[in-house]
């Protein structure tokens, strides 16, 4: 059990038998009171995000989470079709809701980690930094003189994302999966 001052960011909790990732959480103290976490948990099933409370007597079971290699093969439509890194031939789907902002980085044979709850994959998680190949470029609007100018680029897997002006057709770039943002440009 995870008590009230081990809930931060990142811990996998237990509601209902569904499991939650902690997204957010900031601690408030009303005057004359006493303090509380204001959260958003992320189910890790259905990809649905809540706000919820949290007192200081409240206190929940730690989610039992096994992790797995697996490899991204393709996407149809809505569905995300992986493969066990070992076993090509077993085979299992997620929707865009489960995985979330980060399946717009997914690109065909990437390896990726499966999140296994009570003997069921229920969520992947991408490397924190993936390198992309960027193949459409629009021109760039340039900045004040205290920052530097950007564009929109998209990259081989069709998101677009913002990067600096000296971004060309057919680099690799780097980009953080947490945040969608443009790291470095990947020299080759």
Do not use: C, W
């Amino acid at each position: 059990m995870l008590s009230y001052s081990e809930l931060n960011k990142g811990k996998i909790i237990v509601i209902n038998d569904q499991p939650y990732e902690i997204i957010e959480a900031i601690s408030t103290f009303k005057g004359r009171g006493h303090s509380y976490l204001q959260t958003k948990l992320r189910n890790l099933i259905s990809g649905s995000i809540i706000a919820k409370s949290i007192q200081p007597r409240d206190s929940f079971p730690e989610a039992d989470i096994e992790k797995k290699d697996a490899k991204f093969i393709y996407q149809n439509k809505d569905k995300y079709v992986f493969s066990e890194n070992d076993n090509p031939s077993k085979r299992f789907e997620l929707t865009f809701e489960q995985i979330g902002d980060k399946a717009r980085f997914l690109k065909a044979n990437e390896k990726v980690e499966t999140v296994v709850f009570n003997d069921k994959i229920i969520n992947v998680s991408l490397p924190i930094k993936v390198k992309l190949k960027v193949t459409e470029v629009t021109p760039g609007v340039k900045g004040d003189r205290a920052q530097g100018g950007n564009k929109v680029v998209t990259i081989e897997t069709g998101a677009k994302i913002n990067a600096p002006l000296f971004i060309e057709e057919d680099d690799i770039i780097e980009i953080n999966t947490e945040s969608g943002e443009y790291v470095k440009r990947a020299n080759e």
